[in-house]
């Protein structure tokens, strides 16, 4: 993995320091930056980064605006570190794009146990296309196109429609979708799931329509 770089993200040396320990003995190529500005300028110095992890709460660009610049251009996987844990901030960052939201303190077992879940289906090598009716999944080239027309998709909201592609017509709860497309048993509030499926449908126009939501259980995708 001495080829997959990492960009990580934190105004506290000891921080950077703990996460590039962990990563490093995985074999992944860590790469640091201070505060948000560094953090951009690398990333649009440096087209190979395959995942960011960033942290909230940093001088000169905090964690939000580094997200809203990056998203403008790239749906890089992003992992939020955080010393705040309150519920706003968690939904605020998913409705931005990020797709992990962990915080502080944490396990840097956990951490990399989650780039390592992020990195294996980025970098998965089936290059199977799957339709459902007006939509076409492409996973080698992790594409969606609605009507032939491509849509500009996060990496979450494409596993998300994966997933549900994948279980079509089946209703599928809540819990049950944050287990399987978030890959561990989240803590928080459900509620990121409908931040996730609203934005998803809207990407999706009319087609979004195939997504039903099941009042007091979850959603079933209809083919």
Request: with cysteine; aromatic share 8%.
């Amino acid at each position: 993995m001495e080829d997959i770089k990492i960009l990580v993200v934190d105004d506290e040396e000891r921080m950077r320091k703990l996460i590039k320990d962990f990563l490093s003995i995985r074999g992944f190529n860590v790469i640091e930056a201070g505060d948000g500005e560094q953090a951009v300028e690398i990333f649009c110095r440096d087209k190979d980064i395959a995942l960011i992890i960033l942290d909230v709460m940093m001088p000169k660009m905090n964690g939000w605006e580094v997200v809203k610049t990056i998203r403008k251009i790239s749906n890089l996987p992003i992992i939020m570190l955080t010393a705040r844990g309150e519920e706003q901030d968690e939904l605020q960052g998913f409705k931005l794009g990020v797709d992990e939201y962990i915080s502080k303190p944490f396990s840097p077992k956990i951490l990399t146990a989650r780039v390592d879940a992020i990195l294996r289906r980025t970098h998965q090598k089936d290059t199977d296309i799957i339709k459902a009716g007006r939509i076409e999944i492409n996973h080698g080239a992790h594409q969606v196109k609605v009507d032939g027309k491509e849509v500009d998709l996060s990496f979450k909201e494409f596993e998300l429609l994966d997933y549900f592609v994948q279980n079509k017509n089946l209703a599928l709860s809540r819990e049950k979708i944050l287990n399987n497309v978030w890959n561990y048993d989240y803590f928080g509030d459900a509620r990121t799931i409908d931040t996730h499926v609203k934005k998803l449908r809207a990407k999706l126009g009319d087609a979004g329509d195939q997504i039903k939501t099941i009042w007091g259980m979850g959603y079933k995708f209809e083919a």
